[in-house]
């Protein structure tokens, strides 16, 4: 079952401009995930946030996250005809990973 | 690091035909996982093995598949007979896994398997 919903389902930004999605979840959780999937490939681990962090960066990737209203959100700065992809949040329980429905995001050159 | 190998990456068979998919983990990684992704479902996890063991198999849609992982280099995925219904992208995964740890899990680019 999918433990997380993303918001929006699509995005479409001009490159350059910033993508910001979003992440609800259901029950407490240990760490959240994002992953990345390009057309046609596997996905791609991006960041790992811990429930007692509230913000990560990794490069132009900046994810927050709120526990007590079980939301996380991805910022992509600066972004490129490469970030076009598939974002999926996923919850971990155990060695369980749940996923969300994912935001697709088109960045136009 | 070759990451993770899945063959094939597209299958296409008529419905009754058997089915197998393979996948080769990242070297020293202890936990292999399945997944099925459709538009409709989204990413399913079929079944989780840990040291070539399957610990949860809760997510097999019914009898006609089977996973197995004969050692820590190789698992397989099989369904018999295939129906049209199976059609998805099948994903495996790898991670490092122990108790209390986190690691990311690392995919391979999936078999596209249609079934006619």
């Known amino acids: 079952s999918q433990q997380g919903e993303e918001d929006p389902q699509a995005l479409s930004i001009q490159e350059g401009e910033n993508a910001t999605m979003n992440c609800s979840y259901k029950t407490s959780i240990n760490n959240l995930q994002w992953y990345r999937q390009n057309s046609g490939r596997g996905l791609v681990h991006l960041i790992l946030?811990?429930?007692?962090?509230r913000e990560k960066h990794s490069g132009r990737l900046r994810v927050t996250l709120d526990t007590s209203k079980k939301s996380s959100s991805l910022l992509i700065t600066a972004s490129r005809a490469a970030d076009t992809a598939s974002y999926f949040c996923?919850?971990?329980?155990?060695?369980?990973?749940?996923f969300g429905a994912g935001t697709t995001v088109t960045v136009r050159a | 690091d070759a990451g993770v190998i899945q063959s094939p990456r597209h299958e296409v068979t008529e419905m009754g035909q058997e089915v197998t998919l393979r996948c080769k983990p990242i070297?020293?990684?202890?936990?292999l996982f399945w997944y099925r992704q459709t538009m409709m479902r989204g990413l399913e996890l079929l079944i989780y093995f840990n040291n070539n063991v399957p610990i949860d198999d809760s997510g097999m849609p019914e009898d006609r598949f089977s996973a197995k992982m004969p050692n820590a280099s190789f698992s397989t995925l099989k369904i018999q007979p295939s129906e049209p219904r199976d059609s998805a992208v099948y994903f495996c995964?790898?991670?490092?896994?122990?108790?209390?740890?986190?690691?990311?899990?690392?995919f391979g680019d999936g078999t596209r398997l249609s079934i006619l």
């Open positions: 070297s020293g990684h202890n936990s």
């Open positions: 996923a919850t971990l329980d155990d060695y369980r990973l749940s």
């Open positions: 946030i811990r429930s007692n962090e």
């Open positions: 995964a790898s991670s490092q896994t122990g108790q209390g740890a986190s690691q990311p899990q690392h």
